[in-house]
T-cell receptor, first 112, second 117 residues
Framework: NAGVTQTPKFQVLKTGQSMTLQCAQD?????MSWYRQDPGMGLRLIHY???????DQGEVPNGYNVSRSTTEDFPLRLLSAAPSQTSVYFC???????????FGAGTRLSVL | AQKITQTQPGMFVQEKEAVTLDCTYD???????LFWYKQPSSGEMIFLIY??????QNATEGRYSLNFQKARKSANLVISASQLGDSAMYFC??????????????FGPGTSLSVIP
């Protein structure tokens, strides 16, 4: 049972480049979310999804897009990377909003 | 506005002693949930304990217990008999309910705990 899988683990981008952070889970969880972690600020919610086809914005959605075409996958897109998006990104899933979230190992992103 | 406050950026505790990590939250909802997660230096996020707003008893999981004081809007984590492996960042989180969107889970800034031999 793989749980929540994030790829890549590390990425370096130049300002203005685009990329997609991948997140997949094999637990048939309806609820998935993306967080970014910056020093001293904890984890801040970027976007989340309560099921295939349903997404909503979190605390810091600007500069990020998401879609949820299947239950298993919830990719996070950076359309035009900025240095302010340098962070560690975590994907999480749970059976519902009220249940325990299972986290991926994280993606460390640097934007130069 | 900060929904979850963790006022202790860093804490130290002697091995085998108990320690309390503070968490206060801000919500006008009647139904909500509170979580604690641990993040060791390796970076993974580990679920520790959960308390629902309607739960009458404080949650406990092994050496972890949650001191839930609803009127004061606090949900402090108590770790008994600290071990060296407890050294980590600890995050308090809350399931927030909004009338105009779906429930979502938000996190506090975290507390760094160091256990001293």
């Amino acid at each position: 049972n793989a749980g929540v899988t994030q790829t890549p683990k590390f990425q370096v981008l130049k300002t203005g480049q685009s990329m997609t952070l991948q997140c997949a889970q094999d637990m048939n969880h309806e609820y998935m979310s993306w967080y970014r972690q910056d020093p001293g600020m904890g984890l801040r919610l970027i976007h989340y999804s309560v099921g295939a086809g349903i997404t909503d914005q979190g605390e810091v959605p600007n500069g990020y897009n998401v879609s949820r075409s299947t239950t298993e996958d919830f990719p996070l897109r950076l359309l035009s990377a900025a240095p302010s998006q340098t962070s560690v990104y975590f994907c999480a899933s749970s059976y519902s909003e009220v249940n325990i979230q299972y986290f991926g190992a994280g993606t460390r992103l640097s934007v130069l | 506005a900060q929904k979850i406050t963790q006022t202790q950026p860093g804490m130290f505790v002697q091995e085998k002693e108990a320690v309390t990590l503070d968490c206060t939250y801000d919500t006008s909802d009647q139904s909500y949930g509170l979580f604690w997660y641990k993040q060791p230096s390796s970076g993974e996020m580990i679920f520790l304990i959960y308390q629902g707003s309607y739960d009458e008893q404080n949650a406990t999981e092994g050496r972890y217990s949650l001191n839930f004081q609803k009127a004061r809007k606090s949900a402090n984590l108590v770790i008994s008999a600290s071990q060296l492996g407890d050294s980590a960042m600890y995050f308090c989180a809350m399931r927030e309910t909004k009338k105009t969107s779906y429930d979502k889970v938000i996190f506090g800034p975290g507390t760094s705990l160091s256990v001293i031999p």
